[in-house]
């Protein structure tokens, strides 16, 4: 008798805990560039499906890079994705694959183990200097694209950053700032169009930046 109630407590155990659904979401971030554990890193985990989206607690990596997560998920999430972030570094997102939407989610697993890399920011800051000054009618759709080494040719195939703007006499200044790994995405590109009632004028400019500093580009169009 007391052995059938010790088995009828764990199976009810055993049922609270599939309904609740606690999940344990650890792993280690790391430094890309130096291949070293990230301490004070920032974590949090986000889940996402046809019930809504769930944010975790947020914790802080330690001295060995590693985090730990217990979250419980309610039925209907599918999707999880663990974000990091720490001042200073920009996640490692692989362009050469694309953007993954997130990883599966699945309810009869209980722990997952990720690795998450961060790396040092490079920062290029688009200047426009606009002599003579432009028609006020005219509009100005300017981008800012990465390049990467997953082919022989290059290829810029992630637009990062964009914005249109009209041009009302002489545009001289600061006007696009895009912050990224420049190991990951070695190659950067300005394109622009200059628009009056249709595309007037189109060009473009290949940019060096320098890893882990802040280049200052002035284009004139």
Same mark, same amino acid.
């Given at each position: ?40 890193? #920032?974590?949090? *985990? ?14 802080? #990596? ?6 730990? &997560? ?23 997102? /692989? ?19 990720? %690795? ?5 920011? %490079? ?7 606009? &002599?003579?000054?432009? /028609? #006020? /009618?005219?509009?100005?759709? &300017?981008?800012?694209?990465?390049? /990467? %080494? ?6 810029? &195939?992630?637009? @990062? @950053?964009?914005?249109? @703007? ?24 300005? %394109?622009?169009? *200059? ?23 002035? @284009?004139?169009?």
């Amino acid at each position: 008798m007391q052995k059938l109630l010790i088995l009828l407590l764990v199976f009810l155990f055993a049922c609270n805990k599939n309904e609740d659904n606690e999940t344990t979401f650890k792993g280690v971030v790391f430094d890309y560039s130096s291949n070293q554990r990230l301490a004070a890193a #920032t974590v949090q *985990v986000v889940l996402s499906g046809a019930s809504g989206t769930v944010y975790s607690h947020s914790v802080t #990596t330690g001295a060995n890079g590693e985090y730990e &997560i217990k979250l419980s998920v309610p039925p209907g999430h599918t999707i999880y994705n663990v974000l990091t972030k720490k001042e200073g570094f920009v996640t490692i997102e /692989n362009i050469c694959k694309g953007t993954p939407i997130g990883k599966l989610f699945n309810y009869s697993q209980f722990i997952y183990n990720d %690795t998450i890399y961060e790396d040092k920011q %490079t920062i290029v800051n688009l200047n426009l200097n606009n &002599i003579p000054p432009a /028609n #006020t /009618n005219d509009t100005l759709l &300017i981008r800012l694209t990465h390049g /990467n %080494t997953c082919s022989v040719t290059p290829l810029f &195939i992630q637009v @990062i @950053i964009a914005k249109e @703007i009209e041009l009302k006499g002489a545009i001289n200044g600061y006007i696009l700032s895009d912050t990224f790994s420049l190991k990951e995405a070695p190659l950067v590109k300005a %394109t622009w169009s *200059v628009r009056n009632n249709g595309i007037v004028s189109n060009g473009e400019q290949q940019i060096t930046a320098t890893e882990f500093r802040t280049t200052n580009q002035v @284009i004139n169009y």
